[in-house]
Nanobody, 121 residues
């Protein structure tokens, strides 16, 4: 069973940057698409970004396009989310997830426990 552990969350001022990391256990990491999702207070969890197993294909929510970058290091079994130009509306718990590229946006196979990102305005 794959386990995901996120880190890198915290408090940052608007306009600042953070990099989230998600470390995965298991030998199938490089074959799994990995994604980031977030849940803001009082809202449903939403898709943020996804990356294919090889790292060649990425996709982003319109709300973060041009500001966030997803990447992965398969040698380290880790996926990253570089967040620049943070806004107050980016405040949320951020979750890492893994699954099949074509399905992960709506039906990830497994989740991390989440890491809090708070952006002060």
């Amino acid at each position: 069973q794959v386990q995901l552990v996120e880190s890198g969350g915290g408090l940052v001022q608007a306009g600042g940057s953070l990099r989230l990391s998600c470390a995965a256990s298991g030998r199938t990491f490089s074959r799994s698409a990995m994604g980031w999702f977030r849940r803001a207070p009082g809202k449903e969890r939403e898709f943020v970004a996804v990356i294919s197993g090889s790292g060649a294909i990425t996709s982003y929510a319109d709300s973060v396009k041009g500001r966030f970058t997803i990447s992965r290091d398969n040698a380290k079994n880790t996926v990253y989310l570089q967040m620049n130009g943070l806004k107050a509306e980016d405040t949320a718990v951020y979750y890492c997830a893994g699954g099949t590229y074509g399905l992960i946006k709506s039906r990830p196979d497994y989740w991390g426990q989440g890491t809090q990102v708070t952006v002060s305005s």
